[in-house]
């Protein structure tokens, strides 16, 4: 039979609202009972049961988050960047995958309401109207991870989008490139794809540098290596006389180099190429990928500790927090 709360009470000699108090730290208990009741919950291997708890507290020490495809290198380590500052704060994780499908989406945040999570991060390709409703009318907890593009009451971890892309473009033009190539996410979407997109075009403009549809390709999702191939073989079709390529991630710079290679041509002798995140397989691909590099852990443990606060009912400094990122030079550029 599973050991419960009055065993504890019983072997520490203590009350059950004594032990109830150690175990929701209540400062009210002192340090030689609060030693007693802790040793006696070692001895017996006590476990609290967390409905119950939840029943009376109302929380479940449970976060949810939800991610578009954990099998996409970036959410590893976002969630890794969550889950350890989840468990300093002894709460759990349950994670989800929808595959961009705005129904799955909804769909889980209700399951979530209904699980009783405390509140839930949440990172997708776009924030649809729909989602926000189903957040809004839930009234969880929740903090975006680079999931804008939309003016919402949301607070959201991100990086400076615009000026990122802006820095990646400009430093292929500083090393002479002109007929810039760039594969992205449909071009309707409002997220952070969508900043890139426009800061290449403007970037391009600015530079007095015409702006070619043959030299752009938008995938449905460009979440895949096999995409960016796709999408290079049919840049090349169509143009030959590119001289860079800007991607959208490092998964899609990566497909498009290896189509590159298969269509006769070498990077970064006839094409220089840079991708987005800098993620671990970047440094060990080849060549090795010149890219903007985002704090991914620091974005998952950025947003565990504000939606901590909001679940705690706790002041959030910032309702936007705007993390830095570089932009990682390695031999995919000249």
Known sequence: MATSIKDVAREA?????????????????????K???????????YRPNIIARSLKTQKTKTIGIIIPDISNPIYPEIVRGAEDVANIYQYNIMLCNTDLDTEKEIEYLRVLGEKMVDGVIYMSNSLEKSVMKTISSSNMPIVLIETNGRETEFPSVVIDNKQAATDAVEYL???????????STDKKAINASAIRYKAYKATLEKNGIPYDEDLVFFCKYALKSEDGYEAMNTILSKAKDIDALFCVNDEIAMGAINAIRDNGLRVPEDIDVVG???????????????TVAQPLYDMGSVATRMLIKKINNEEVEKKVFVLPYELVERDSTK
């Open 13 to 33: 000699n203590v009350s059950i609202a004594t032990v109830s108090r150690v175990l929701n730290n209540v400062d009210v208990v002192n340090e030689e009972t």
């Open 35 to 45: 030693k007693k009741v802790l040793e006696a919950i070692e001895k017996l291997d």
């Open 173 to 183: 033009i500083n090393k002479g490139d002109k007929r810039i190539a760039y594969i």
């Open 276 to 290: 987005f995140n800098d993620t671990h397989g970047a440094e060990f691909f080849y060549p090795r990928l010149t």
